[in-house]
């Protein structure tokens, strides 16, 4: 079967969108999808004219996704240097410090870049959702269905990480507060850019349907591994579900939606579909990254050119230029140093530096962006949550002693509800470090974001009510769109 690619999408920056249709043909092996090389140029009008041009425009959703300023980098450094975990040592404002020491502003270049990587795999999806719709029978009707629906969950995807990111939280006020612009619609100029905003519940209400019609119409699987790992199929929508209902505290749909893909007992996996499980938590990060519990990653490849300041990996390992925070869940004495992932670091200069990511330019490592570990801890989350405790505890066990089989959990630590909350919550921290997760964690439950500081360096606590405590607007949209504030 060949496989097409494309570097194709409309990018919302600065509220103009621009058309750029270029489609990249590859051979029939995985290696070489990964590594597309451009073949022809073609318009807007004819875009939707074969089913090679239709994949590569598929493709281009995922090549959205990977861009630097979103999952292909910047999404990562932000989303960390925004916690506890991680001493800032450069004052570099262009690899995250305004985030590490809560300084953001509407003309941040990260704000204004994520905001607009994030919207233009939205627009990307929009688009590729239209024409479908608009050119019937150019593919079978199962692939029309298998490609609205990735479109719908990479669309979904994208609205999730602004949402978490822009927007106060569910959990504030039951989604009440001002959102995003919910843009459904096909752009290609600047005629409808003028848009209000839904508030929160409402965008997570179109997350979720997304998600549940992309659920019914992808793939339970793929040929291979590889595409198992970086294309959407059922159980990536059940898990990226998973953590959407987690962060708006609906944790009986947590559960719903867990079970489908985790066995009734362990050791868990998923029965239908992919058959997820946990794996060697160490090859998942160095030598075997489309396991089975590696749900969605970003395949980083020598063209994708994510080097340098947005890239995850140099700047938080090969630059050095965050550290482990000693003071941050590094420093857990119940985190014993028998746990394999306490190997995913190394020492200079007398302080810590995390390599999960540990591949050297142009830094190749997939960047995981749901696993199946994360899974089961949403699942002992809500379980916990709504009065279950030994399931919840059964599920955390399975991520603990993945990586330490020797652990036991003190009593005092899960033989509560409260207990068990905060053991999972610090479990997430060291299961997930790295992966984007902390400050998110910390909005979903109201909670402060945390002083942080070094011999030379320091950054405040922001509280809840702070107007920090989210990213603001940024300025290229307030200017752009006139309904922005309304």
């Keep these: 079967m060949k496989t097409f690619t494309k570097h194709t999408y409309i990018s ?28 022809t140029s073609i318009s807007g009008t004819n875009a939707f004219d074969t089913p090679e041009r239709i994949l590569g425009l598929v493709n281009g959703i995922y090549k959205a996704v990977k861009n630097g300023n979103y999952y292909g980098g910047n999404y990562y450094t932000y989303t960390e240097a925004r916690g506890e975990e991680f001493i800032n040592r450069t004052s570099n404002t262009f690899t995250a410090y305004e985030a590490w020491n809560q300084t953001l502003n509407s003309g941040s ?27 019937p029978n150019k593919v079978s009707a199962t692939l029309t269905k298998q490609y609205i629906a990735e479109a719908k969950f990479l669309r979904a995807l994208s609205y999730y990480s602004l949402i978490t990111l822009y927007a106060r939280p569910y959990n504030e006020n039951n989604g009440a507060s001002p959102g995003l612009p919910l843009r459904l619609q096909a752009e290609t100029n600047t005629a409808n850019n003028d848009l209000k905003r839904s508030t929160v519940a409402e965008v997570y209400a179109q997350i979720i349907k997304d998600l549940n019609e992309a659920e019914a119409d992808l793939p339970t699987n793929y040929a291979s591994n590889l595409l198992n790992t970086t294309r959407a199929h059922k159980n990536t929508a059940i898990a990226l579900k ?29 029965t239908t579909g992919v058959n997820h499980k946990l794996q060697n938590i160490v090859e998942i990060f160095t030598t075997n990254y489309t396991s089975t519990e590696s749900i969605l990653s970003v395949p980083m490849t020598d063209l994708d050119n994510v080097t340098g300041q947005t890239s995850f990996p140099y700047v938080f390992n090969a630059n050095s230029e965050y550290n482990l925070n000693p ?12 746990d394999l992932r306490r190997t995913f670091a190394r020492t200079a200069s007398g302080v810590q ?30 379980a ?8 919840s505890v059964e599920l955390l066990k399975a991520v603990r ?18 207990a068990l909350v905060n053991t999972i919550l610090k479990e997430r921290r060291i299961e997930l470090l790295g992966e984007g997760f902390r400050s998110n964690d910390l909005l979903r439950n109201l909670l402060p974001l945390p002083a942080k500081s070094s011999s030379s360096l320091s950054a405040p606590a922001v509280e809840p009510s702070q107007t920090n405590y989210i990213f603001p607007l940024p300025n290229v949209e307030i200017v752009t769109n006139k309904l922005l504030l309304e």
């Design 353 to 382: 530096f995390l390599t999960k990511y540990n591949k050297p330019s142009p830094f190749l490592d997939y960047l995981p962006i749901i696993r199946y570990s994360e899974v089961l801890l949403n699942y002992s989350e809500a």
């Design 12 to 39: 919302r920056i600065s509220g103009i969108f621009c058309l750029s249709l270029v489609l990249g043909t590859t051979a029939c092996n995985d290696q070489e999808y990964l590594n597309p090389t451009p073949a």
């Design 384 to 391: 916990a949550r709504t009065g279950d405790l030994a399931k």
């Design 242 to 270: 998973t953590r959407v209902y987690l962060n708006s505290g609906n944790y009986a749909k947590v559960i719903e939606e867990a079970k489908k893909i985790v066995s009734t007992s362990a050791p868990f996996s998923a």
């Design 327 to 338: 003071n941050g869940i590094w420093g857990e004495t119940e985190w014993k140093s028998t």
């Design 109 to 135: 270049n990260f704000v204004a870049g994520f905001w607009a990587a994030g919207y233009g795999a939205i627009n990307n999806a929009n688009i590729v959702i239209k024409g479908l719709t608009d050119n």
């Design 401 to 418: 002693n993945r990586s330490d089989a020797t652990y036991i959990f003190p009593e005092s630590n899960v033989g509560t509800q409260t």
